[in-house]
């Protein structure tokens, strides 16, 4: 598969940031590079609604530096987007004709509706939400989108974000009551005028740096095993809890709170103001974080594109072709291995071996679509590796419960070994789902003895009662070999994990033989 | 570069293995496939002195399968050797002759000279070690080679191994004394032949399933945090005492011991007691394990062809290569940010800033060029899988220790966060590693910022005194706009780690300017 690379450069009213991703020639992508300046642009918008020449010129020398680093990738295409500081600046067409003469790239002003759309593709397009209102608090203007049954429904900015609030309200090191009333009446004065958000109760997705920001330092208070902010999920009263103790604290104790950066330990506070607003007036009890947003918005409509697809599909399977994709897995032996481990699971199912669960089926799965993982790293305690990689690459779709339930599948060798590996994680399951784990383990384990040799030997599989054991009938276009050998050290396992022993008989078109 | 497939199989006395590597035409090489059938060969040598039929047909059940999945991989040669079973089987020349109308490959007996030749290949090419004796416990032989300045001096095969020992001498389940002491003097005889081992004194490198198998046993035992074998160390009483355990215990009982294969539970007994002879006879206070045998000196041999070399001049340069190769990293880059590191780390030592030593030097070293390589997970959370990577991947020539070390260089971010990564590895350093650490990975961070773009824009590194101050000079091809952003971040830190602040002066040949 044919590979580019491309890049988006958002100038925001707080930073601007760079991603660098490859592109493959099915709209498969991987991002590269990532990287962001600090300019705080909306700072440098002067009372005669310029950007003062100090922002344009701190603006010129980040947006530089990226395209110098773009052409030291071979970075082929670049598109530039521009937000809510050079939106409002009236001095708006010089500051994008001096980038261009600068850099060379024409970089496009977003609406505010346009902005909220792309957070909305960011979100429904690696999250697994039919309904929801995304978030997107920046420097100097707030992105809201409401969707149900994945399509949008409403998109509409609000001019206030966190640098622009903190400037007008909160210039003192601890805000006064006073100070944070005056902040809430304009928030609650732009929510009243959108009386469609309120008691919608969908689950509200929050997207930018303060909702990152809010996340890491949720996570890092609770010490939570997972390094991975996307689909984090907080109560509402925890984002008023954690809004409450940063406003509470002058800013030399902000910049030492663990998760917060200190660029940002000024800003937090005007930020979580808005989204602890916003969640109240929808009035929900689900708050989810989005490491995707803006950027990813542009890039996925690109995606889409070349895809001819409107949204994806199915997030997860998106996912897993970006990752089969990066590491240079084998698609077919993948594919074949799950249509396997499908049939003996259905199989099982309806002779009530294992539990009727879709949710069982989903974290089999992935599990089998990304089992080989490990092998990227070294051949040798590939079971390690492949638990270790479920838990870190860009999964989508699915919960962090799922995905820890999924390595833990994936990994399978033993019921003991897998309880030492998931120690670290004992918040995402309970004792009753070690047995599940331990059965799907080694349904996943025999079907990939099956498919050995990688070459879809094994073309069905089939389970019947044979007096008080069960024979698995093993469809196969030629003789197997290796592929029995191992799978006879699963099925001795069977006995004890399913209660029933099971036989394997190999129909392999010349001669059908019983083992 | 290109890349082709090859294979070695391996007709053992004990067992068929399979090794499956990717060579590059520059003779890189990474493993890629590896399997193992125990078939036990010299179990089926008769009194007749030939391999009965039974034997000859589990050989050829398990090299078919072999084959098979070589040429679903694509494998484009196989080389097939076979030793002391074959080596001694009155009708070798029916056995080699139905291999090859089975497979197709022409297998190879090798003598027991060549065979102890090639261990010595695969040992003195993936350790760093000048001199040593080789022992290589096989099923039916054991092959012993000195090597002095990494030259062979002697090469040596005694026709007992573990398996034909076993039979021999151990065939009730508790051996008595006078077992032992038969199989002992057996041992001691074949070793009074060999004057030339006596009071040696070197360094006793143990290669083949007994020895992995006493590593891993030893490993579990005392918890060892590392799951690699290869240039693990022991001492030789810490071999007597598990040899004087496995052979008290009953099978059934030995089947238990964590580490240890239920398939190799017979036979450990009689491989340990080789083992344990030789450690004796050679004198030494050094044991080390090599996981890289026979086969991979078979692989060697045709390596050193393609690059025109007798030995590897640098196992440890030669491991990079492979890994930079496996993972896709940027050569010249990471070439680059070492000689970079280099140039601050020996201007350092020369003002008295760090201490010099040849063995930070090399930690220095191995991380630099490797300290990309988390982001061939992601580039989020690059560091954790940059330290856990460095603990996994095949890195030769250096001891574990050093490896530890050079992961945590590798990974710093802050001392804090290093001191976490390390917690798990607290026997591989001491308090006094830690500012070490501190001050070698901020030499990395800063010589990384300077080649942020990749691209070698940073061409030389110069340090002088600046009244209080230090002045890092640096020359450059071109004016420098990310990199000193960067950079400035991380002498920032300087000021802390070596009590002293560093202030950079560019040399831009365009015009110098002092930051």
Chains 1, 2 share one sequence.
């Not at 860009?394 to 833990?408: E, Q």
Request: hydrophobic share 40%; glycine share 8%.
């Amino acid at each position: 598969m044919s590979h580019e690379l491309g890049a988006v450069v958002d100038l925001g009213s707080n930073s601007v940031r760079l991603v660098i991703y490859r592109l493959g020639s099915q709209g498969t992508q991987q991002e590269i590079d990532n990287l962001k300046q600090t300019v705080r642009l909306s700072s440098h918008l002067g009372d005669d609604g310029r950007i003062a020449e100090a922002g344009i010129k701190a603006a010129l020398r980040v947006l530089e530096q990226f395209c110098q680093l773009c052409r030291a990738y071979g970075v082929t295409h670049i598109t530039g987007i521009a937000t809510q500081a050079v939106r409002m600046a009236v001095n708006r067409e010089e500051v994008l004709k001096r980038i261009y003469e600068a850099t060379g790239i024409p970089f496009r002003v977003v609406s505010g509706e346009e902005e909220a759309r792309y957070g909305y593709l960011a979100v429904v397009n690696s999250l697994a939400l039919e309904e929801g209102v995304t978030v997107d608090i920046g420097g100097g203007s707030t992105e809201i989108t409401v969707f149900r049954d994945r399509r949008l429904v409403r998109a509409d900015s609000i001019p206030y974000g966190a640098v622009s609030l903190t400037r007008e309200f909160l210039r003192s090191d601890l805000p006064s009551m006073k100070d944070m009333k005056n902040l809430d009446r304009v928030i609650q004065r732009e929510l009243d005028r959108r009386p469609w958000l309120t008691g919608l109760g969908f689950p509200v997705i929050g997207m930018g740096g303060t909702a990152r920001s809010l996340a890491r330092i949720h996570q890092r208070r609770r010490h939570y095993p997972l390094l991975i902010l996307h689909g984090y999920e907080m109560w509402p009263t925890e984002v008023t809890a954690i809004l409450d103790m940063v406003r509470s604290m002058p800013i030399v104790k902000r910049r030492n709170i663990t998760g917060l950066s200190a660029d940002r330990a000024d800003i937090i506070t005007a930020g979580l103001a808005i989204l602890d607003q916003i969640l109240k007036r929808v009035g929900t009890s689900r708050f989810v974080i989005s490491n995707k947003g803006l950027r990813d918005g542009v890039l996925m409509e690109h995606i889409l594109h070349i895809r001819g697809q409107e949204l994806l599909p199915d997030t997860l399977m998106y996912s897993i072709e970006n990752i089969h994709d990066q590491f240079g897995l084998n698609r077919n032996h993948a594919f074949h291995v799950w249509k396997l481990a499908d049939r003996l699971f259905t199989a099982m199912v309806n002779h009530g071996l294992v539990e009727a669960s879709e949710e069982h089926r989903r974290w089999l799965q992935v599990a089998a679509l990304l089992h080989d993982i490990g092998r990227a790293i070294s051949i040798y305690n590939t079971s390690k590796h492949t638990f270790y990689l479920l838990l870190q690459i860009p999964l989508f779709g699915i919960s962090h419960r799922d995905r820890v339930m999924a390595a833990a599948i994936a990994a399978f060798k033993s019921t003991k070994q897998i309880q030492t590996y998931l120690s670290m994680y004992q918040e995402f399951f309970d004792e009753e789902d070690i047995p599940t784990i331990t059965q799907l383990g080694v349904i996943l384990r025999l079907v990939r003895a099956f498919d050995r040799t990688e070459t879809g030997v094994v073309t069905g599989l089939d389970l019947q009662p044979d007096g008080r054991a069960w024979k698995l009938i093993v469809k196969a276009r030629q003789p197997l070999g290796i592929e029995l050998d191992l799978a006879l050290e699963w099925t001795k396992k069977c006995r004890k994990v399913f209660q029933r022993e099971i036989r394997l008989e190999v129909d392999d078109l010349d001669h059908a033989s019983r083992l």
